[in-house]
């Protein structure tokens, strides 16, 4: 008898915090939005052990109607030490596309924007089968430097997965 009491314990439980989630998300809760900005410092278009982290830099999260493409919310953080940023959405937007953007950073030599590579989808509403609840984590943006460093081309040879002996099968 008592495993079952446990078990119905439990059950109501997780449907206590369900319901909490979708009551937040109803009305207008909002999320926290964060992620990391680095200095692409080879030009690879992807993190490599010589990119370093910019602390300073600004981003801004925009999230516009799919359709009418009309602004509804926005926000703007800047990059603590490790190149992490924070930033508060109120509300839901599930019929919005929400980004995040690189606007400026604060190192002359690594502050190229590179369009496309730009930005990071992020999506904002309750109901996309995500868990966690009001945080949404979005992918690294780079910040590209003018000229790639002297060891990038060593760097990215170490990186070269293709094999010679699958030349001769």
């Given amino acids: 008898m008592m495993p079952q009491l446990r078990s ?9 915090a369900v319901a909490a989630v ?3 998300a109803a009305a207008g809760g909002g999320f ?9 410092n080879c030009r690879a278009g992807f993190e490599t052990n010589i990119s370093h ?11 516009r109607h799919f359709e009418s493409q009309q602004v509804h919310d926005k926000a703007q953080a800047t990059t603590d030490a490790g190149g992490w940023y924070k930033m508060e959405i109120g509300g839901d937007h599930q019929d919005e596309i929400c980004d995040v953007r690189l606007l400026k950073s604060p190192e002359a030599d690594c502050a190229e924007i590179e369009l496309s590579r730009d930005r990071c989808r992020v999506p904002l509403t309750g109901n996309d089968g995500i868990k966690q609840s009001g945080v949404r984590y979005a992918n690294p943006i780079a910040f590209f430097r003018k000229e790639p460093l002297p060891n990038c081309g060593e760097l990215l040879r170490a990186y070269d997965l293709y094999n010679e002996t699958s030349e001769n099968s």
């Fill in 8 to 16: 119905l314990v439990a059950l109501l439980l997780v449907a206590t």
């Fill in 53 to 63: 982290a910019i602390q300073g830099a600004t981003v801004e999260m925009e999230c």
């Fill in 22 to 24: 979708v009551a937040v």
């Fill in 32 to 40: 926290v939005v964060t992620g990391r900005i680095y200095c692409d």
